[in-house]
């Protein structure tokens, strides 16, 4: 296996950083979530600064839905990052952590009158909207309260993209955003309200996207629509929301590109109409969870057991679908290694497997790996993104913990839930 940009060799052993992967699986038991914090850092400075070199006015809004783990936020904040957020829960969690108002991004395809509340009281930098009816809603909403909303419309421009079914958005068979005549509609009544000054049009096609070409695609579509709300409106928007859906590479056959490449193909078509049909000081927001934290983090999982049956050799560990469930969703592949044997060829095919009583609960199948044994330390590597965001309780298993490292430091930044924690909510039961 090529070495994974978070892990280092010393003395024949993986690391994390500096921090000994086998020192966390004492300290901190197994299953475990491992997050490199420098790792973070970087893929945030590399796409600030190629978007940066195009645009100085680039927002980039970190996707929450990837990973709210504060600390992981509060690390994104205070790099400069914003807040994308898709539930008032998201935005609590921005609040709490100090993201400045004008700062969040506020989606989502079905919010509730409540949560629009939320949204339209903290005055978000950005409400991007994905009906008429919600549209109306706003304003009735922004009426009583007598605030200002910053609006802006998604728009679905029906743009193919490769990906997993599940996770491609900006076709037109999809629930996502406005078709392009409903979405021109929205802006002519937008215009009409006293309480919402239309500011933004917004784009997000799908996440995992392993080229540029869909980006492109979409980005000159919207281009062409905003050419026509100016022509047509008289209207000049200044936040331009691209979206997200940078890939990040899970197998070694995911090419994918580098942030320059996406920065270098698709800023120009914007920047290019700044000035014109765009206000001259808009702001190009990004708004990446994947690709920021995708690949920063691992699932450390103690092997229980090792069976076969016919022709199948079983790998049984103990972390689950509940702790990690794109397997079972997407059909993902993480790549794993066996840490503890990491230097060893791989002899052997297994499936992996957690302890959840579904045949979904399968990480990788047939998978090279060297003999493995009872009490072995797998990594399921990539795990950053849409692992802990996306877990659940199933089985009644308590979530696992977070580590953070830094160089040589290590944070606890969730504790594992306890069992008490699994029931908290359940009332009336005596
Ligand atoms: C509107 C919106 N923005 C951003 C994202 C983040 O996508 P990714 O993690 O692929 O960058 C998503 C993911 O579903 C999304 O729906």
């Not at 003395?11 to 004492?26: A, H, I, K, P, S």
């Not at 190629?50 to 600390?71: D, F, V």
């Not at 990040?248 to 920047?271: A, R």
């Not at 003999?371 to 089985?395: H, P, R």
Request: glycine fraction near 8%.
């Amino acid at each position: 296996m090529s070495l994974h940009p978070i892990f280092n060799i010393k003395n024949g052993e993986l690391y994390v950083e500096n921090v000994r992967v086998m020192d966390l699986v004492e300290k901190y038991g197994t299953p475990l979530h491992v997050i490199s914090s420098n790792r973070i850092k970087q893929k945030y400075g590399e796409l600030y600064s190629a978007s940066t070199e195009y645009w100085k006015n680039t927002l980039i809004c970190y996707a929450y839905k990837a990973n709210p783990t504060l600390a992981i936020l509060k690390l994104l904040h205070g790099l400069g990052a914003g807040a994308e957020v898709v539930s008032a829960g998201e935005l609590y969690a921005a609040r709490l952590i100090g993201v400045k108002h004008d700062k969040i991004v506020f989606n989502g395809v079905s919010k509730s009158p409540s949560e629009l509340s939320d949204a339209i009281s903290v005055q978000v930098g950005l409400l991007n909207i994905e009906s008429l009816t919600e549209l109306k809603l706003i304003n009735d909403i922004a009426s009583k309260l007598n605030i200002q909303v910053n609006l802006g419309v998604r728009i679905n421009f029906d743009v193919p993209v490769r990906t997993h079914r599940y996770i491609s958005t900006g076709m037109k068979f999809h629930k996502f955003g406005l078709g392009v005549n409903e979405a021109f509609e929205a802006y002519k009544l937008a215009l009409k309200s006293k309480r919402i000054r239309v500011r933004g049009i917004h784009v997000h096609i799908g996440s995992q996207i392993l080229t540029v070409y869909p980006f492109v695609k979409a980005s000159n579509n919207l281009v062409s629509f905003a050419e026509k709300l100016y022509e047509t409106l008289k209207l000049r928007l200044d936040l331009i929301d691209l979206g997200g859906g940078l890939g990040i590479q899970y197998s070694l056959e995911d090419k994918t590109f580098s942030p320059q490449e996406y920065c270098k193909n698709v800023f120009p078509i914007i920047t290019e109409k700044i000035g014109t049909i765009f206000d001259d000081e808009s702001i190009i927001i990004l708004e990446p969870g994947r690709y920021l934290v995708g690949d920063a983090g691992i699932l450390l999982t103690r092997v229980n057991y090792v069976k076969q049956i016919g022709d199948i050799k079983w790998v049984l560990v103990d972390a689950g679908m509940n702790d990690l469930i794109r397997p079972a969703l997407y059909d993902a592949l993480h790549r794993i290694v066996v840490v503890n044997k990491f230097d060893l060829p791989s002899v052997e095919r297994y499936s992996v497997s957690g302890p959840i009583c579904e045949s979904a609960d399968v990480f990788v199948r047939d998978y090279p790996l060297p003999k493995v044994d009872i009490g072995d330390i797998l990594a399921i590597l990539d795990t950053g993104a849409y692992g802990i965001s996306m877990s659940s309780q199933y089985n009644c298993r308590p979530r696992a913990p977070i580590v953070m490292v830094e160089g040589e430091d290590v944070k606890l930044i969730r504790r594992r839930e306890t069992y008490a924690d699994i029931f908290m909510c359940d009332l009336n039961y005596r």
